[in-house]
């Protein structure tokens, strides 16, 4: 009896270890057959999860910070081609060409050869301040050595960029001076303007370039507009050939200026986030002014808000070529480390209810970055009749007027582009950037000359009385370039323009280079023609915005931040700014 209590209050004990034991073998053996496979149940926690096992049993040490930042692009590669990460050593930079302002030392400067030569000084900026003069070349920056090592450009605008209120010791080589020069320069507020010119270009018209839509596009147009209309200009050219965006908040203010109260501007709508109509509020100032819209292939995002609402409420025509046909909204998330996401959050669609944002599939970047490539090559920046619109997605303007979305905004008045004057030789030295190398180098030479003329009219005309060309001619080919007669002589004129332009552009800016550089364009002298016949308001009478109803006078994409560059035919790059 005593033996059978004995098991009774022992049994229990017994098969408690016997279970414990079994535990402890079991996981110890699934220890040793798994050899160390971790079960991650929550897809939520997965990427963590995989990161800290990398971290922790990789066999060999991984910097994780770095893997990290060179995994997350991927993870934005499978999504739209406009959702995008931007590192935080890249953001800051990528921010400031749209906010108007970043903090440097104020001038535009060019690498001549392996030396960093300092094209134009900025009036009352820092480097002015200093002593700093066109034309003068760096040789040092805070005793270390730029000259002769080729040193890569971006390198230089970040070492000249910096904190407001830094000093940055500069060594400068001068024409006439026998040593170095040395300056003390403190960084301060550098101007980026998006306002690149404005001018009266005929009669009373007023022609207005816009290159991006920014923190200070808006103000600056505003006071283009006033600063022409004190010139007597009643009516407008807005130049958005180019212009890949920018600021939705600033071509919504442009589109109020000329528009009356209630007139839909556009509207947005994503799956987080409900429609939102914006209307013009009757403030604006060029309400009753014929204006007209140039565009081109390049003119993207905010470009095709203004453009689209312009066009739909009958307000103006658009003249060019058809947009490049970007209808998606991105916002900026800023992150704890300085580095931004631009997440994609909803479409914009024109008032006509049209969304212009062009076919893409998520994860395939490289198609649709070869788009404007294949409208290259399928003949759609010379004949409209290459141009096929989707009828699925057929709309009306306010009057009545066909427009289509799901591809860009297609122009009322179709111009093709200007080959006249291109020639393989004109491809090869512009390409090449000989064209740009030449007018640097022959400002330089003839500084003292070339900078005393007081208007660029002055320079132009001294200019034309000069051998530009056939001294081009002998420099390209000291170069490389071969000589080809014939070819010259179908391009003589386009080069002696171009050469003109750039050779002013050194002493004038902008100001003196957009007049002469356009003085041919067919799509700007088509939109003066439209305005002096005051014919510059949308009639029901031709419904021309179809591919057969179109009017006719006669590339490479970079995903980079959601940016895109021009490579046709045209050099505008003045120099880099810091």
């Known amino acids: 009896m005593d033996k059978n209590k004995r098991l009774a209050v022992w049994l229990p004990v017994i098969i408690a270890c016997s279970v414990a034991f079994g535990i402890f073998v079991g996981n110890h053996y699934l220890r040793l057959t798994t050899q160390g496979k971790r079960h991650i149940h929550s897809s939520g926690n997965k990427i ?59 001038v535009s400067f060019n690498m001549q050869t392996d030396t960093i030569l300092v094209i134009s000084v900025i009036p009352g900026g820092p480097s002015e301040k200093a002593g700093l003069k066109p034309f003068d070349r760096i040789i040092t920056i805070n005793d270390s050595l730029y000259a002769g090592n080729k040193s890569d450009q971006e390198v230089i605008m970040k070492t000249l960029r910096g904190a407001k209120n830094s000093t940055v010791k500069l060594g400068v080589k001068r024409k006439n001076e026998p040593k170095l020069l040395y300056f003390d320069v403190t960084r301060g507020d550098v101007p980026v303007n998006s306002v690149d010119v404005f001018y009266k270009v005929s009669k009373n018209i007023g022609y207005i370039k816009v290159s991006k839509f920014g923190r200070t596009t808006y103000n600056e147009f505003i006071t283009a507009i006033a600063k022409l209309k004190q010139a007597d200009c009643a009516s407008f050219i807005i130049d958005l050939r180019g212009n890949t965006g920018g600021y939705m908040d600033a071509a919504i203010n442009m589109v109020n200026e000329f528009m009356p109260e209630g007139r839909l501007i556009v509207y947005t709508e994503g799956k987080a986030f409900p429609r939102n109509d914006v209307y013009t509020n009757g403030t604006g100032t060029c309400q009753n002014v014929p204006i007209v819209v140039l565009t081109d292939e390049f003119s993207a995002s905010a470009s095709e808000i203004f453009s689209g609402a312009i066009q739909d409420n009958d307000r103006g025509l658009i003249i060019g070529r058809r947009t490049f046909g970007k209808g998606l909204v991105q916002s900026p998330i800023q992150l704890s480390d300085g580095s931004e996401i631009r997440l994609t959050i909803a479409r914009y669609y024109t008032p006509s209810g049209r969304c212009i944002q062009k076919k893409y599939e998520l994860g395939k970047d490289n198609e649709y970055e070869q788009d404007i490539y294949q409208r290259f090559m399928h003949g759609e920046f010379d004949s409209a009749d290459s141009i096929k619109l989707n009828n699925n997605e057929k709309y009306e303007t306010v009057m009545g007027r066909p427009v289509y979305g799901g591809g ?157 560059k021009e490579i046709i035919y045209e050099d505008h790059i003045a120099g880099a700014l810091c």
Do not use: W
């Open 48 to 106: 963590n999860a995989i990161l800290d096992i990398i971290d922790e049993q990789y066999v060999d040490t991984v910097n994780m910070k770095q893997l990290v930042e060179d995994a997350i692009p991927k993870f934005f590669s499978e999504l739209d081609p406009h959702s995008v990460y931007i590192p935080a050593k890249d953001a800051q930079r990528v921010n400031e060409d749209l906010e108007g302002s970043f903090s440097g030392i104020g």
């Open 408 to 564: 860009g905004i297609m122009p009322d008045i179709f111009i093709p582009r200007d080959t006249s004057g291109v020639t393989s030789y004109f491809s090869n030295v512009v390409n090449s950037g000989t064209l740009n190398l030449f007018a640097l180098e022959y400002s330089d030479r003839n500084y003292e000359k070339l900078s005393s003329f007081k208007s660029y009219q002055d320079l132009q005309q001294y200019l034309q009385q000069q051998p530009l060309l056939s001294d081009f001619i002998n420099y390209a080919a000291t170069r490389g370039i071969k000589k080809r007669p014939n070819l010259i002589n179908i391009s003589s004129k386009l080069i002696e323009k171009q050469l003109q332009a750039y050779i002013v552009r050194n002493f004038f800016d902008d100001a003196g280079f957009y007049p002469i550089f356009q003085n041919d364009d067919i799509t700007l002298k088509r939109a003066i023609k439209v305005l002096d016949e005051g014919k510059s308001y949308p009639t029901l009478e031709n419904k021309n915005n179809t591919p057969n109803g179109i009017a006719q006078s006669q590339t490479n994409t970079s995903r980079r931040y959601g940016l895109f």
